[in-house]
């Protein structure tokens, strides 16, 4: 396995593989790997001749007051898990290596990147976008692999490559989960016992939500947000940032008076939530394709 | 020569050229080609395998008052000057092959995009930025080339570049003149024999900047901008729109007080002007090495 600290480096393992004709599938993450990762490398190893994992806390897609600091690291075992899959190039830049100076160029994606975790964390998608740009320029990847626990940022990530006509497919996964459901995360780890088991209340109000839309198309928007908020309200003492079901991958809200299926016809929706178990942010969602939940009713 | 109307056409021959590991030498334009773009496709075919050029006429970096429908266009003759030149593949898509839908993403870079024609064509920047990055996705070349006559779109495209690891060397070409030294530019078309005569007096008057300042090395920012300005207004009708004197790439202004050689070492800096003759708006400028205007004193 090739370990490139240096965007040089990088730059001629690239190279070599393209000028063998050879396909690259990659994984961009923050490090500190878990299940959900490892997914991603092995669909990643799966589908590509060459497997390029980067790993890299970017500073540009943390807020002022967020976990930046403390986000949690392990290199040596990150590369071990690597190397499990199968991975053929790790890129671990330093931020000097990856910043030199204050960069001048900004991207923003509207609308997709407005609400839900756009909303709470201002600034933090445009971070995303341009990690993800540098990151797709210098890997020059065939396919890139993102989790759907980040539901909006694979969103915002698939406007960027179609409105910048990036040449790369992006392949989203689904969540992994723990056996009693709580979405992996590597910030999982900051959980206390009594969080961490609150924490699945977050999953389970979802499956909830899924099971009462089938038995009732007819819901509307604010009745599925109640379901899942009083759930989380009665059984946590969690915060909640946001509960919200918006259209997917647009993100814009659905009529709020009719019922969804009714308002979607054959479209996705999604119900993204964001809850604080102390200063902890937790994420989840589930996305609903109209007519799955029609036939299931 | 090869003429692509889709993305799809243009992706499939960039896909042959870099297979067979063929350099791409590129050229994006406006169309209506004149000696300038000459020079730019004849550098391409001088450095590379494969010569590529756009011709956009790209609407999102005009503004609601510019001359985009006016804009002069000349398919036919574009096409055989293009043959002339070398050229292996031209790139010309409709608006609707570009833009599909309206484009959510955008790109800024701040500071060197703010001043000259950034301030006077709010937006004009953010509108090359998009689509100079849309059409390095879709050329993936090895080295882009561009006329210095647009000294700050070459700045802002470089700075763009470093700032998101584009794989591509931009190269900057010098501006082509008029015997009588008008800058080239396809907006000449536009001017009245009595304007065009007039218009010489941009090049003639950055000249004469030039040759004072290979006298007087101690000259201030303000008496290079008065010489210049004191010109085109004594013997011009035309309408001042800017004459600026700033640090070069950087595109910031240079200490006022002091005098030019001291105040800038050894650095680069730019008298760029903006000039408009009726409705027709003409830009030109001088690039200065503060070590050769030393050198020449």
Same mark, same amino acid.
């Given at each position: 396995?090739?370990?490139?600290?240096?965007?040089?480096?990088?730059?001629?393992a690239v190279k070599e593989a393209k000028g063998q004709g050879k396909t690259i599938g990659f994984v961009p993450t923050m490090g500190y790997l878990?299940?959900?990762? +490892?997914? #991603? $490398?092995?669909?990643?190893r799966e589908e590509n001749d060459i497997v390029v994992l980067s790993i890299f806390v970017n500073p540009m897609q943390f807020g002022p007051n967020?976990?930046?600091?403390?986000?949690?690291?392990?290199?040596?075992?990150?590369?071990?898990?690597?190397?499990?899959?199968?991975?053929?190039?790790?890129?671990?830049?330093?931020?000097?290596?990856?910043?030199?100076?204050?960069?001048?160029?900004?991207?923003?994606?509207?609308?997709?990147?407005?609400?839900?975790?756009?909303?709470?964390?201002?600034?933090?998608?445009? /971070?995303? /976008?341009?990690?993800?740009?540098?990151?797709?320029?210098?890997?020059?990847?065939?396919?890139?692999?993102?989790?759907?626990?980040?539901? @909006?940022?694979?969103?915002?990530?698939? @406007?960027?490559?179609?409105?910048?006509?990036?040449?790369?497919?992006?392949?989203?996964?689904?969540?992994?989960?723990?056996?009693?459901? #709580?979405?992996?995360?590597?910030?999982?780890?900051?959980?206390? +016992?009594? @969080?961490? &088991?609150?924490?699945?209340?977050?999953?389970?109000?979802? &499956?909830?939500?899924?099971?009462?839309?089938?038995?009732? /198309?007819?819901?509307?928007?604010?009745?599925?947000?109640? #379901?899942?908020?009083?759930?989380?309200?009665?059984?946590?003492?969690?915060?909640?940032?946001?509960?919200?079901?918006?259209?997917?991958?647009?993100?814009?809200?659905?009529? +709020?008076?009719?019922? $969804?299926?009714?308002?979607?016809?054959?479209?996705?929706?999604?119900?993204? #939530?964001?809850?604080?178990?102390? &200063?902890?942010?937790?994420?989840?969602?589930?996305?609903?394709?109209?007519?799955?939940?029609?036939?299931?009713?």
């Amino acid at each position: 396995m090739n370990i490139c600290r240096t965007k040089q480096q990088l730059k001629l393992a690239v190279k070599e593989a393209k000028g063998q004709g050879k396909t690259i599938g990659f994984v961009p993450t923050m490090g500190y790997l878990h299940e959900g990762h +490892a997914s #991603l $490398l092995r669909a990643a190893r799966e589908e590509n001749d060459i497997v390029v994992l980067s790993i890299f806390v970017n500073p540009m897609q943390f807020g002022p007051n967020e976990d930046l600091d403390r986000y949690p690291r392990d290199e040596q075992r990150d590369v071990a898990l690597a190397a499990q899959c199968g991975t053929d190039i790790v890129f671990i830049p330093s931020v000097q290596e990856m910043y030199p100076s204050k960069p001048l160029t900004s991207i923003k994606v509207a609308e997709v990147s407005e609400r839900l975790c756009g909303a709470s964390r201002p600034g933090h998608f445009d /971070g995303v /976008g341009l990690v993800v740009s540098k990151l797709f320029h210098l890997v020059e990847p065939t396919r890139a692999y993102f989790g759907l626990k980040d539901a @909006q940022q694979v969103a915002v990530i698939e @406007q960027m490559v179609a409105d910048l006509d990036m040449n790369v497919e992006i392949v989203p996964c689904p969540i992994v989960r723990e056996p009693d459901g #709580l979405a992996l995360s590597s910030r999982n780890v900051y959980l206390s +016992a009594i @969080q961490r &088991s609150e924490a699945t209340v977050l999953s389970e109000s979802l &499956s909830e939500l899924a099971n009462a839309l089938k038995l009732n /198309g007819a819901m509307t928007p604010a009745q599925c947000i109640e #379901l899942v908020t009083d759930n989380i309200k009665e059984k946590t003492s969690g915060d909640i940032d946001y509960v919200e079901l918006l259209e997917y991958p647009a993100l814009m809200p659905v009529p +709020a008076h009719e019922g $969804l299926l009714d308002a979607l016809a054959d479209r996705k929706f999604i119900v993204a #939530l964001a809850v604080r178990f102390g &200063s902890t942010r937790l994420i989840d969602n589930a996305l609903f394709h109209v007519e799955e939940v029609i036939e299931r009713v």
